[in-house]
C-alpha cells in the first residue's frame, strides 16, 4: 500500500492513508510517496521528533528548520525543499537495495 508524507506551514508532518484520509490535505504539502512501511521509516529516521505529544498519542514528526525558521532567518520553504530531497534520496536507496 502506497502513502503520501505531507507537512503543513508549521513543519507538522502526517500521513496519507486509504480510509481516513486518502488524500494530501488542503493546506498541506506532499514529501514523498511510497510504500507505506518505507515511508514511514524514513520520515521516523529524518524528522525532528516532538515529544509534546498527549499522554497516549504517538511521537510528533516535524520537518527539521522549518518551525524555527522565521526566528533564524530562514526561509520555511527552502527547509522543505531540503527535506524533500533528503526524503526522497534515501527513498531511492531503499528501492535500489531491495
Same mark, same amino acid.
Given at each position: #500500500? $502506497?502513502?503520501?508524507?505531507? +507537512?503543513?506551514?508549521? &513543519?507538522?508532518?502526517?500521513? @496519507?492513508?486509504?480510509?481516513? +484520509?486518502?488524500?494530501?490535505?488542503? &493546506?498541506?504539502?506532499?514529501?514523498? @510517496? &511510497? ?12 524528522? %525532528?521528533?516532538?515529544?509534546?505529544? $498527549?499522554?497516549?498519542?504517538? @511521537? %510528533?514528526?516535524?520537518?527539521? &528548520? ?12 527552502? #527547509? ?6 533528503? @526524503? ?6 531503499? %528501492?535500489?537495495?531491495?
Amino acid at each position: #500500500m $502506497k502513502i503520501t508524507a505531507f +507537512c503543513y506551514a508549521s &513543519g507538522l508532518i502526517g500521513f @496519507t492513508t486509504p480510509v481516513r +484520509c486518502p488524500k494530501v490535505p488542503e &493546506g498541506a504539502l506532499p514529501i514523498i @510517496t &511510497g510504500p507505506a512501511k518505507k515511508v514511514r521509516k524514513i520520515i521516523e529516521a529524518c524528522a %525532528r521528533h516532538s515529544y509534546k505529544a $498527549k499522554k497516549g498519542q504517538h @511521537t %510528533r514528526f516535524l520537518v527539521p &528548520g522549518i518551525p524555527e525558521a522565521e526566528l533564524m532567518g530562514y526561509d520555511p520553504a527552502e #527547509m522543505l525543499i531540503k527535506f524533500r530531497a533528503w @526524503t526522497a534520496k534515501r527513498l531511492n536507496e531503499e %528501492r535500489r537495495a531491495a
